[in-house]
């Protein structure tokens, strides 16, 4: 049974930022030292992991190698740098070996384990305890039952330190167990989103951000975004992290009671509980994760509407964040907030393959997805030649959304990576699910787009379908014209996470969201129509209005407008073959 070991340098992000091109060489002289450890303790290093390596034991002494490592970093002169610190994780178990690689549920548990530790630490798992030889004069150091990131089992954790090692007492390791939390365990391992979990990371550091609401579409991966980023940041908050799911909740003036729910807090008192919920988070450092606000903002609207005033659900956010100075708050909403202090991250698609040129299909977060929900859909699952242009084309088609990526890997019991990809390209309802654990508004596609389209108003549905007609993006000039779109619609629109805002200037749909309001449009009795000659007009317009420019000093900025909105254009034309519009 093979012994796997990780490293990583702790704090490597901010010794770059500190140290610059000092730390390049520091770097180096860590690789070699690790790279020696492990050959000569029989070792391999199966892989650099940028500051850390991933190296594997078939045989050999693993737990010896971890503590030389740890000896030599401390007897090392690191120069201006002063101490590096790294931690070291092992575990064993059986894994799947690709080529130099290993994979599996050992390989992933061993590097959440790493990150569970300090620098100077060696933690390791009770068959890593038992599959390697115990270095004289070491001591084991039992820390308890804790839970790991992203895993759903209990894992018994010890401590290996040494007579010789400097570092021998370090603080509660950084797991879930160690902190103050409601946090929900998840199914599956977490994949991707490092620049996303990079940013979050940087924007709570910074004392001005309070209120950090992830925005995006419907099955974007907004929630399990905001709660990986919180499990990475527990041990900043020592009163604890806490998750307050809102979808449940009819309105605004829910928002205290599940607040207090949260926090097990008991409004015992006849004071309001809003004052009470308030004094209790007043002194603390605490993180709240509050996630699905958008329909509580359609109820805030409408309140704030008939009442006259400001709506008082968002009220109560802003005297909480006014009235606990160290409170800080991830929110995710299909909406942002509007709430003054309000930091945005607008959440989009899991990187996939653009085109079947592009790199190893693999190295795509969007593939990884695809590929781990496979194989929990199939067990027996295994990609080939055939299936990664098709996985890819997947990918594409749901514009790297993780929720349509689970659902079509739910498939491959039944299809072919090349026939899933077929029915997607043709029929949007394909793309559901019969998981009794799935809320009812992501067991499909559609029933995440019926969800956003109820929280519309009338006006809203009207224009958003009109927009429909537009394919590869459009001007806002184009949408007032042929969708009678105001600027307020397309910012709300925005604000909403149903259309992006470019920074030529330009709008875009996405594909998916595209196909289902032209649904919409073609339900609308006659509406196609006439939205049809309108844009066919005035793209005729333009072309013609722009006509002379392209002989002119002025042909460059003319073929920059039409090559932009050549997909219109070509709609256009056909409109008026078809319909014999000879003038246009």
């Known amino acids: 049974m093979p ?38 303790h029989g070792g391999r290093v199966v892989k650099h992991t940028g500051d850390g390596l991933f190296a594997v034991f078939e045989g050999g002494r693993p737990l010896a190698c971890a503590q030389a490592i740890q000896e030599r970093l401390e007897a090392e002169d690191w120069g201006v740098i002063g101490e590096l610190r790294v931690r070291v994780a092992l575990n064993a178990g059986e894994a799947e070996q690709r080529g130099e690689d290993y994979f599996g549920p050992v390989v992933s548990r061993t590097n959440r384990l790493l990150f569970a530790g300090w620098g100077g630490q060696i933690l390791l798992t009770p068959e890593a305890i038992q599959s390697a030889e115990l270095p004289e004069g070491v001591q084991l150091d039992d820390y308890g039952i804790h839970i790991l990131r ?71 991966g907004k929630t399990r975004l905001a709660l990986q980023a919180a499990v990475e940041q527990i041990e900043w908050f020592p009163h604890g992290v806490y998750y307050i799911p809102l979808v449940s909740l009819k309105t605004p003036d829910a928002l205290t009671a599940a607040i207090a729910d949260a926090l097990k807090l008991v409004l015992y008192s006849r004071e309001d509980p809003k004052i009470q919920v308030q004094n209790y988070l007043r002194e603390k450092q605490i993180l709240l994760v509050m996630d699905n606000f958008e329909h ?62 592009a790199a190893p299909a693999e190295s795509y977060s969007a593939v990884q997805l695809f590929l781990q929900s ?51 390209e043709h029929n949007l309802d394909f793309l ?25 108003s009338e006006e809203e549905r009207r224009v958003l379908r009109k927009l429909a007609i537009f394919h590869g993006g459009f001007t806002w000039q184009a949408a007032a014209k042929i969708a009678n779109a105001s600027l307020l619609n397309l910012s709300a629109f925005v604000d909403k996470s149903l ?42 317009d333009f072309l013609q209005r722009i006509e002379n420019d392209l002989h002119g000093h002025k042909q460059r900025q003319a073929l920059d407008e039409i090559r932009a909105d050549i997909e219109n254009i070509h709609l256009a034309w056909e409109w008026a073959l078809v319909c014999r519009q000879t003038e246009a």
């Open 3 to 40: 012994t796997f070991l990780f490293t990583d340098i702790e704090n490597s992000t901010r010794l770059w930022t500190l140290h610059g091109e000092t730390f390049g060489g520091v770097l180096a002289r860590h690789d070699a030292l690790l790279n020696a450890c492990v050959v000569e």
């Open 150 to 220: 992203d895993c759903d089992e209990p894992e018994h954790i010890f401590g290996l330190t040494h007579p010789n090692l400097r570092l021998k007492e370090f603080p509660p390791l950084r797991s879930l167990s160690s902190h103050p939390n409601n946090l929900p365990l998840q199914p599956t391992p977490f994949i991707g989103r490092e620049d996303e979990l990079t940013t979050i990371t940087r924007l709570l550091e910074n004392p001005d951000c309070r209120l950090l609401t992830l925005t995006g579409a419907g099955g974007i």
């Open 296 to 357: 509580l903002l359609t109820s805030s609207h409408q309140a704030a509407r008939r009442e006259g005033g400001e709506a008082r659900g968002m009220a109560l956010l802003a005297d909480l964040l006014a009235e606990a100075p160290r409170l800080k708050i991830i929110a995710t909403s299909r909406e942002r907030l509007n709430l003054r202090g309000e930091w945005l991250i607008e959440v989009r698609g899991m990187p996939f393959p653009t085109s079947e040129a």
């Open 374 to 424: 496979a194989r929990r859909a199939h067990a027996a699952f295994s990609i080939s030649d055939e299936d990664r242009p098709a996985i890819s084309r997947i990918c594409r088609l749901v514009e790297g959304i993780p929720l349509g990526i689970e659902l079509a890997a739910s498939w491959v019991r039944t299809l072919t990576c090349q026939e899933i990809a077929g029915e997607i």
């Open 432 to 456: 559901q699910s019969a998981q009794h654990d799935l809320p009812e508004r992501h067991r499909s596609l559609r029933a995440v787009f019926d969800y956003s389209w109820a929280l519309l």
């Open 499 to 540: 259309l992006r805002h470019t920074y030529s200037g330009r709008y875009e749909i996405a594909e998916t969201m595209r196909g289902y309001a032209s649904q919409k449009l073609a339900e609308a009795s006659g509406e196609r129509g006439r939205i049809q000659a309108l844009q066919g007009n005035f793209y005729a």
